[in-house]
């Protein structure tokens, strides 16, 4: 049978508990049903899904909703996985599973390449007037049970599809989506505009702190300035050795020296000519007289 939709009449149903109570949709008259079917007990999937609804009890029961849970199993499984793990909700035995082809949900599967029957993960949350009013046909078990909550507290639900309440929402989400795009765009181009003045203004702010002015600070300490002085010194030292050159003019007073002495050299020279001259001349002189 095909699956029901939101505001198909739920299918009514009569199947034991893991007591052995008999459980119909018609003793749920004006109070909320979450109906969620499972493959089967003590799997990993479904033990994680059984606990998760198991811890928000009192929330889903606050929220006027009552819980039950439908595999193929038997009474005993139901039982025993209903202790194990402290479930506070029934757990209705399909053991023909005639409740889950009501609601769609039975029908070939596949696992590990072997296909075989078996249950859909599904749930159908029924009104108060016994109509089904979402339904989440393939279900991922981690935030289920949060989806659930939101829907019977009247928020969105993600994760429900193939519902008119759905597709109204995601329609209202598109239009609205549209018109906020522009007053968006328009929110971007103000803050970006909201942005550029306070970025003109704090460039005053940091010539405000003339820190790249201290450099005069450092001009202050004229270091440099200390060359001329030097300049001094080197000028005081050029202006010495200039007065010191005049000593090697001492030169021509050698000279002079020099100068005197060649001229009595010239006399001793003459001197002993004459000197010779007359020593000579007695010579001569003897050589003259006759012999006798």
Same mark, same amino acid.
């Given at each position: ?33 979450? @109906? ?55 757990? @209705? ?16 599967? %596949? @696992? ?44 969105? %639900? ?67 300035? =200390? ?5 001094? =010194? ?5 202006? %010495? ?52």
């Amino acid at each position: 049978m095909p699956m029901p939709q939101a505001g198909d009449q739920a299918p009514a149903f009569q199947v034991p508990d893991q007591d052995g109570n008999t459980v119909t949709l018609a003793r749920f008259a004006g109070r909320s049903v979450v @109906l969620y079917f499972y493959p089967k007990d003590n799997t990993p999937g479904c033990t994680v899904e059984a606990c998760d609804f198991r811890d928000e009890h009192s929330a889903l029961e606050a929220a006027g909703a009552v819980v039950l849970g439908v595999s193929t199993d038997s009474t005993a499984s139901h039982q025993k996985f209903a202790a194990k793990f402290n479930l506070p909700f029934p757990l @209705l035995a399909d053991v023909d599973h005639a409740l889950s082809e009501a609601y769609g949900v039975w029908g070939e599967k %596949s @696992l590990y390449g072997r296909k075989f029957l078996g249950i859909t993960r599904a749930t159908f949350l029924i009104g108060p007037d016994g109509r089904v009013k979402q339904v989440w046909p393939k279900v991922k078990v981690i935030g289920h049970v949060a989806e659930v909550l939101a829907a019977l507290k009247g928020g969105d %639900s993600a994760g429900a599809s193939g519902t008119p309440a759905a597709k109204k929402a995601s329609a209202g989400k598109k239009v609205a989506a549209a018109k906020k795009a522009p007053a968006g765009k328009s929110a971007v181009a103000k803050s970006s505009g909201a942005q550029a003045a306070p970025v003109g203004k704090r460039a005053p702010a940091s010539k405000k702190a003339p820190v790249g002015k201290k450099a005069p600070a450092s001009k202050k300490a004229p270091v440099s300035k =200390a060359a001329p002085a030097s300049k001094k =010194a080197a000028v005081s030292k050029a202006a %010495s050795a200039s007065k010191k050159a005049p000593a090697s003019k001492a030169a021509p007073a050698s000279k002079k020296a020099a100068a005197g002495k060649k001229p009595t050299a010239k006399k001793a020279s003459a001197a002993a000519k004459k000197a010779s001259t007359a020593r000579k001349a007695p010579a001569a002189k003897k050589a003259a007289r006759p012999r006798r």
